[in-house]
């Protein structure tokens, strides 16, 4: 297996094929120092927790991780409790940082002493031969291998060394983005906090019992540097505030604008190259699926291949895309509801918003409507 990209999903990949018996080289362009301080989610859905576990790398993830049984909607001043563990099967969520499960991942791989290879270039793809190129501390290396994954995310080498007219994209852009920051304070609520604001979208989240994750919704085109730390506190205690509680505020260590999108690609695979994570699609960050969805396509995956090594059968590997997109579709269905109901479009006029806030006192009123929510949110296998 030749594995083109070093975050959670090609390490969890290769963790999975080490663990079944198959080899694997790993490639990274960008520094390990970067691959384990780059800030991205840190919502895990229990599936995921279960496929670390089970891989050998969720040590430290359960024993620091923070398990939610339950998030609160905010909308009219109040908030509204989904308990997520009692209308899901028991189903949980832990908080724990994408940043921690790919450091995890890197010191078993390392550990391992399993090729991991961070820093190459002039990376190429042959998805017929198949092959793979680059070039590593002044030298051009070449693996030839059964199969290619491409989670290199987006902007990688694997989708666009897919032939044109193979690959057909579905994909829709939103007029708003997140200001996101990391603050070194104590979260100021045991569960995340979704709240539906005049001024916009708001969330509090976090990543330890001392940092917490907030975001407001802003413009894609953003300026960052328009936004000094007194402001976004200021904003953040508009939309979040309620009676009788207090945001605790703190030294803000990171920041930064992310724009938001849907995108798909079908189908997944091409000849011996099959994508994953955001290589093949993205969600916006609302419903919390992206980490989750990339691990669920290497699992996917990764049966896949052990499978077609112990049967010879190339069955297996040919309904990969399929297997996938049908969970694909419905994280994204259920990304976008939940970004249409908690975001202010920029356009957006009264008739709009009292949709919206109707749509909020349904699923906080009826206990089918909230089922639903939480079913999708903990991510059971609804596929």
């Known amino acids: 297996m030749?594995?083109?990209?070093?975050?959670?999903?090609?390490l969890t990949l290769a963790r999975l094929l080490e663990v079944a018996g198959i080899e694997?080289?790993?490639?990274?362009?960008?520094?390990?120092?970067?691959?384990?301080?780059?800030?991205?989610?840190?919502?895990?859905?229990?599936?995921?927790?279960?496929?670390?576990?089970?891989?050998?790398?969720?040590?430290?993830?359960?024993?620091?991780?923070?398990?939610?049984?339950?998030?609160?909607?905010?909308?009219?001043?109040?908030?509204?409790r989904i308990p997520l563990s009692e209308l899901a099967d028991g189903r949980t969520i832990?908080?724990?940082?994408?940043?921690?499960?790919?450091?995890?991942?890197?010191?078993?791989?390392?550990?391992?002493?399993?090729?991991?290879?961070?820093?190459?270039?002039?990376?190429?793809?042959?998805?017929?031969?198949?092959?793979?190129?680059?070039?590593?501390?002044?030298?051009?290396?070449?693996?030839?291998?059964?199969?290619?994954?491409?989670?290199?995310?987006?902007?990688?080498?694997?989708?666009?060394?897919i032939p044109d007219g193979v690959l057909q994209e579905f994909?829709?852009?939103?007029p708003f983005g997140w200001l996101g920051i990391l603050a070194q304070v104590a979260p100021s609520n045991d569960?995340?906090?979704?709240?539906?604001?005049?001024?916009?979208?708001?969330?509090?989240?976090?990543r330890s019992p001392e940092l917490s994750r907030l975001y407001l919704q802003c413009r894609p085109d953003e300026d960052i540097e328009e936004w000094p730390d007194e402001r976004i506190w200021a904003e953040l205690q508009a939309r979040l505030g309620v009676e009788g509680w207090t945001l605790a505020e703190g030294p803000v260590l990171e920041k930064g604008v992310?724009?938001?999108?849907?995108?798909?690609?079908?189908?997944?695979?091409?000849?011996?190259?099959?994508?994953?994570?955001?290589?093949?699609?993205?969600?916006?960050?609302?419903?919390?699926?992206?980490?989750?969805?990339?691990?669920?396509?290497?699992?996917?995956?990764?049966?896949?291949?052990?499978?077609?090594y112990r049967s010879g059968s190339d069955a297996p590997l040919e309904a990969y895309s399929e297997n996938c997109l049908r969970r694909v579709w419905r994280a994204e269905h259920f990304s976008w509801w939940m970004t249409s109901m908690l975001h202010r479009p920029p356009e957006g006029d009264e008739f709009e918003l009292k949709l919206q806030l109707s749509q909020l006192r349904y699923v906080t009123t009826s206990e089918a409507a909230a089922r639903?929510?939480?079913?999708?949110?903990?991510g059971l296998e609804l596929v």
């Open 191 to 206: 569960e995340l906090v979704y709240a539906h604001h005049e001024r916009g979208f708001a969330l509090l989240s976090l």
């Open 24 to 80: 694997s080289v790993v490639l990274e362009d960008r520094s390990r120092d970067y691959v384990e301080h780059r800030i991205r989610a840190g919502v895990l859905e229990q599936r995921t927790v279960d496929l670390l576990t089970e891989a050998g790398v969720g040590e430290r993830m359960n024993r620091e991780g923070i398990v939610h049984h339950g998030i609160e909607l905010q909308f009219d001043g109040e908030r509204h």
């Open 258 to 308: 992310t724009g938001m999108r849907s995108y798909v690609v079908e189908p997944m695979q091409y000849e011996r190259l099959f994508l994953a994570g955001d290589a093949a699609h993205i969600v916006p960050p609302t419903g919390a699926k992206g980490l989750n969805l990339a691990m669920a396509d290497v699992r996917v995956l990764a049966d896949s291949i052990v499978e077609w």
């Open 372 to 378: 639903g929510l939480a079913e999708n949110y903990v």
């Open 171 to 174: 994909s829709r852009d939103y």
């Open 2 to 10: 030749a594995i083109v990209g070093a975050g959670p999903a090609g």
């Open 94 to 161: 832990l908080i724990y940082g994408q940043t921690e499960v790919v450091k995890d991942l890197i010191a078993e791989r390392i550990a391992s002493g399993l090729p991991l290879h961070f820093e190459v270039s002039s990376v190429v793809v042959e998805p017929t031969t198949p092959r793979v190129t680059f070039r590593h501390e002044g030298s051009t290396h070449e693996v030839d291998c059964d199969v290619i994954a491409g989670c290199d995310g987006f902007h990688g080498v694997c989708r666009p060394s």
